[in-house]
């Protein structure tokens, strides 16, 4: 009997990862014909459950060698192509598939694309997103090169040197630079260990010196990293290398870390110029210019990011860059110019790229509010915002609140509750009055504050609302609320609405970055 041709072959090394491999190995079912897992000793139960899966499993000694690992398990797979997993990452269930067709293209490699996950928990799958090759065609002279940052393009080129690689929309979600599970692998310092023996062997090497540069980051040595790209960019045919953009983000990246804007703003603005497409390095560039006191050419290095939107499928990027990220910091820049149109431009278009963020109607309502405008709050916000749900109008609401928006929220409640049917507006009636009931009861335990934290929270609250006082005092010369007065001259000993609010903009605040659900 004729066996079955095995199309995908998924081939990984491991150890002690009970934690992480089911969720990989279940990913891949119905997609790879075979599992071969290369154990490196682990001491908890990943072989019994690699074994469960019905993965071949060979045990072998770790030799300091990622590449001589992972060409131990090559040397047994049978697929016509190699797929290459870590137990930390999984195949996205949405476009994993995919893979079964690509598989077919008369092509020697394919990219997938890596969502780095950085969120707390694997619901936040912010990160960084960027193609590498990981599927390739299966061949004896074909094998992993590098000690650490293990290569096969190089391998692939020597056998097949016209060979053709395409990039598929295939996802591969990576959990591993989660700081929780860098933490528990204790990653960075072996990392930097093996790292630091390959710079020693081959220190021209602008691969080892971008790799070591990024863990440098990583573990807070921003000079040391600085050090370390700038190595790799005076090496020769720098501006080839596939991952040349990347090495200007991240030098630029350093020079904030280390206070250095101007200098920040100069490389970020050649990179820019070199990776026009890029959004990545005009957000940067717009940050450092920031930094340096220059918010109107901050504020047109945001909008060419944003113009350019995200970033194209052939550079690393980081989620929000181009979009949401891009948008909230052009609402933070909008704040300081106290330009209420771009404020609230900026934070719509950041919540419409990303509806279920926090922080841009966090601050689109507060700004509002400080700068007289709290009435304008919800009828700005019915306009921009459609809520379907009693659910999601109090989540709106709630935010209001947080922002110490309250007459807005029981307006955006009210209004609601008017276009809802009667048992949507009877819970947001009682939503409105366990409010308020709170409310009451909060300012009357306002100055029995025990914890530092919160007595320092409550006497920004203090300055903030007789910051508010001051706004409002009417101008003896007019008759007007000198916020209705619009920046008129103010009459000698009072205080101008934009000095008050710019006050008001500096007092600390808490807005997180978390998804509410």
């Not at 930097?192 to 040595?221: T, W």
């Not at 990303?354 to 405008?373: D, F, M, N, S």
């Not at 915002?385 to 009693?390: G, I, Q």
């Not at 005092?473 to 000993?493: E, F, H, K, V, Y």
Request: hydrophobic fraction near 40%; proline fraction near 3%; include cysteine.
């Amino acid at each position: 009997m004729v066996k079955p041709r095995k199309l995908i072959s998924l081939c990984m090394i491991v150890k002690d990862e009970e934690l992480h491999l089911p969720r990989c190995l279940a990913s891949v079912q119905g997609i790879v014909d075979e599992m071969i897992v290369v154990d490196t000793g682990s001491a908890d139960q990943t072989v019994a459950i690699a074994e469960r899966y019905g993965a071949r499993v060979v045990l072998a000694e770790w030799e300091h060698d990622f590449a001589k690992a992972r060409n131990t398990g090559l040397a047994l797979a049978q697929g016509d192509w190699i797929l290459f997993l870590d137990a930390d990452e999984e195949l996205d269930a949405h476009t994993g598939k995919q893979l079964l067709a690509e598989a077919h293209q008369p092509v020697q490699g394919l990219f997938l694309q890596i969502w780095n996950v950085t969120g707390a928990s694997d619901d936040e799958r912010g990160g960084t997103v960027h193609p590498v090759l990981r599927m390739f065609r299966n061949d004896p002279a074909v094998r992993f090169e590098g000690s650490i940052h293990e290569q096969i393009a190089a391998s692939l080129l020597r056998r097949w040197p016209k060979a053709v690689f395409q990039l598929t929309d295939t996802k591969i979600i990576h959990y591993g630079y989660r700081q929780d599970i860098v933490a528990q692998k204790n990653k960075l310092q072996r990392n930097m260990e093996l790292l630091e023996r390959a710079v020693q062997k081959e220190p021209d090497n602008s691969f080892h010196q971008y790799n070591i540069g990024v863990e440098y980051l990583r573990a807070g040595m921003p000079s040391k990293a600085l050090e370390a790209f700038r190595t790799a960019r005076q090496q020769q045919g720098f501006e080839q290398l596939s991952y040349a953009h990347l090495v200007v983000k991240y030098e630029v990246r350093s020079l904030l870390s280390l206070n250095q804007w101007g200098e920040a703003a100069e490389i970020a603005r050649l990179g820019a110029g070199q990776f026009a497409d890029y959004p990545d390095l005009h957000h940067y560039h717009a940050l450092a210019l920031a930094q340096c006191g220059q918010l109107q050419s901050a504020v047109c290095s945001a909008s060419a990011a944003l113009e350019i939107g995200a970033a194209p499928p052939q550079y690393h990027t980081e989620d929000g860059i181009g979009t949401y990220r891009t948008s909230y910091m052009l609402g933070r820049f909008k704040e300081v110019q106290l330009d209420t149109q771009g404020v609230v431009q900026a934070y719509i278009a950041a919540l419409r790229f990303h509806p279920t963020l926090t922080p841009p109607l966090y601050r689109l309502c507060r700004y509002l509010r400080i700068a007289g405008e709290e009435s304008r709050i919800a009828s700005i916000l019915a306009a921009q915002l459609v809520c379907r749900s009693e659910e999601a109008v109090i989540k709106v609401a709630e935010i209001m609140l947080e922002s110490g928006s309250s007459q807005a929220a029981n307006a955006w409640v009210g209004w609601h509750a008017a276009q809802f049917g009667r048992d949507a507006a009877e819970v947001l009636a009682q939503w409105v009055e366990v409010e308020q009931a709170e409310h009451r009861v909060l300012k009357g335990d306002e100055d029995q504050q025990e914890d530092a934290g919160e007595r320092y929270a409550s006497l920004c609250g203090r300055v903030d609302r007789h910051l508010e006082q001051l706004q409002h005092i009417r101008n003896p010369g007019t008759g007007m609320l000198q916020n209705d007065a619009s920046l008129a001259a103010p009459r000698a000993g009072s205080i101008p609405v934009k000095a008050i609010a710019m006050i008001r903009l500096l007092l600390p605040c808490e807005e997180g970055w978390g998804s509410r659900g």
